[in-house]
């Protein structure tokens, strides 16, 4: 504590470390304490990414982990499965023993050898129930500490409906015509363009007639 120096070291912070903390001095030769400091710490949770798939797809939940250390363990979770679990990984095999019954048979890792780190998750033949907030926690070789590397909110719809809000927040369409209709189109709009050029060549002939004053 060398000039005073009495700053507190938090390591690996999780999103629970989100508080007020307070900093209380007990003098040498005093009873009392003196608060010299308070702080509010507020812990953003990792990286965030939003993913629309539909049902019957198969999906990738990107996570990847520095790959300057070696992973013990992956763990894939989702907020409301409580302490069941949507994959464990550890020690280079899977942990089937709390895997919630709807996953299983159905997840696997994009590399179970985990290559520079990448944990992601491969998640196959989604239906609507797997919409939800899934969770990527890996723990590093050596005694480390477990760390939240990635959030995914995953939302599944039906065929057809993965088209998303515009900047607007008008709902974007995509409209197409067959080729025969638009063959169609085309020769219509140029018998009408030809149509157009005959009749204004023949307005501007000094020597035609109408019809009706042509002689018999």
């Known amino acids: 504590m060398k000039d005073g120096d009495v700053s507190l070291i938090l390591n690996n912070v999780t999103i629970n470390d989100t508080g007020t903390y307070e900093c209380r001095l007990i003098q040498t030769g005093t009873s009392g304490q003196t608060i010299i400091s308070i702080i509010h710490l507020h812990v953003d949770p990792p990286d965030h ?3 629309t798939a539909e049902v019957g797809q198969d999906v990738t939940l ?8 070696t992973i013990r363990a992956v763990k894939w979770s989702r907020a ?18 709390d895997q919630h019954l ?59 409906h993965t088209g998303g809000d515009t900047e607007d927040g008008y709902v ?7 080729v025969s209709a638009v063959l169609l189109l085309v020769a219509a709009v140029g018998g009408f363009l030809i149509y157009r050029k005959h009749e ?15 002689s018999v």
């Open 49 to 51: 990414k939003n993913i």
């Open 62 to 69: 990107p996570c990847r982990a520095p790959n300057n250390k």
């Open 80 to 97: 409301d499965l409580g302490d069941e679990y949507v994959l464990l990984y550890r020690n280079k095999d899977f942990v089937p023993d």
């Open 102 to 160: 709807s996953f299983k048979n159905r997840v696997d890792l994009q590399d179970r050898r985990m290559k520079d780190g990448d944990v992601s998750l491969i998640l196959k033949n989604v239906t609507i129930n797997d919409t939800g907030t899934y969770e990527c926690v890996v723990i590093p070789g050596g005694g480390g500490f477990s760390k939240s590397i990635s959030i995914i909110h995953l939302h599944v719809v039906p065929p057809g």
């Open 172 to 178: 974007g369409l995509k409209v197409g015509l067959p």
């Open 200 to 214: 204004k060549t023949k307005s501007q002939d000094p020597h035609h007639q109408p019809a009706e004053l042509q």
